[in-house]
């Protein structure tokens, strides 16, 4: 579902089938590209453990493990994955992918030098648990990156579509809370704005900026 989770609309869905039916509609539903949010923020990190939410068909997987970070992309669509693994022949064995619900299996605590989320639609229906296993997954002196596009952007689309409702969804106040939660000093906010897009938005929609949180954990 990465690389480009509402990048096409703001219609998420919701189980494993419709998103493996979302992704056999089209021979390939995403660029390919990585997302440029992942490119620019990680810029000038060392490689580490990476966890890619919800991978998709693999483009920032890919693009990490092509930079020697050690990558798990993680996805409830075994068609997705599927093309995933075939497009990345080239750096097997740096590159692992896992068809997983992470509502019903959380990442391992501490294990991860980078959490990469980007517009993955991380659901409240799911429980709180569900955000703070990705919380959580982060190992010290790791890095948080959690990616929505603009709520203005989505409303605008949502007037069209009448099928998204933010209230839905986690947004990134949401996971500011949870991080403020683990105590004071525990976690350093480097980056929480809202910009504008490094790529044209996809014809249809008005995804013009994205909402970007970049937090490290300090302890």
């Known amino acids: 579902m990465n690389n480009g989770i509402a990048?096409?609309?703001s219609r998420h869905s919701d189980?494993?089938?419709?998103?493996?039916?979302r992704y056999s509609s089209r021979e390939q539903l995403f660029s390919g590209n990585p997302n440029g949010v992942l490119v620019t923020e990680i810029?000038?990190?060392p490689p580490g453990q990476a966890l890619d939410v919800g991978c998709g068909e693999g483009g920032d997987a890919l693009w990490l493990a092509r930079r020697d970070w050690q990558v798990t992309g993680v996805d409830v669509s075994e068609v997705a994955l599927r093309r995933a693994a075939a497009a990345g022949a080239d750096v097997e064995g740096r590159v692992?992918?896992?068809r997983a619900?992470?509502?019903?299996?959380?990442?391992?605590?501490?294990?991860?030098?980078?959490?990469s989320v980007q517009y993955f639609p991380l659901l409240r229906s799911a429980g709180p648990a569900t955000a703070r296993g990705l919380v959580d997954a982060v190992a010290p002196g790791g890095t948080l990156l959690f990616v929505t596009h603009a709520l203005?952007?989505?409303k605008q689309d949502a007037a069209v579509t009448a099928e998204f409702d933010?209230?839905?969804y986690y947004w990134a106040d949401d996971i500011i809370k949870l991080l403020d939660a683990d105590g004071a000093g525990a976690w350093e906010i480097q980056v929480d704005e809202t910009r504008g897009r490094t790529a044209p938005a996809p014809p249809g929609t008005h995804h013009h900026r994205d909402t970007v949180l970049r937090a490290r954990r300090v302890a």
Do not use: I, K, N, Y
Not at 15 to 21: F, R
Not at 101 to 115: I, K, N, R, S, Y
């Open 7 to 9: 990048q096409d609309d």
């Open 15 to 21: 189980t494993a089938q419709e998103w493996d039916e």
């Open 43 to 45: 810029d000038g990190m």
């Open 96 to 98: 692992s992918w896992a």
């Open 101 to 115: 619900d992470l509502a019903e299996t959380p990442p391992p605590a501490g294990a991860f030098d980078l959490v």
């Open 152 to 154: 203005a952007d989505l």
């Open 166 to 168: 933010p209230a839905r």
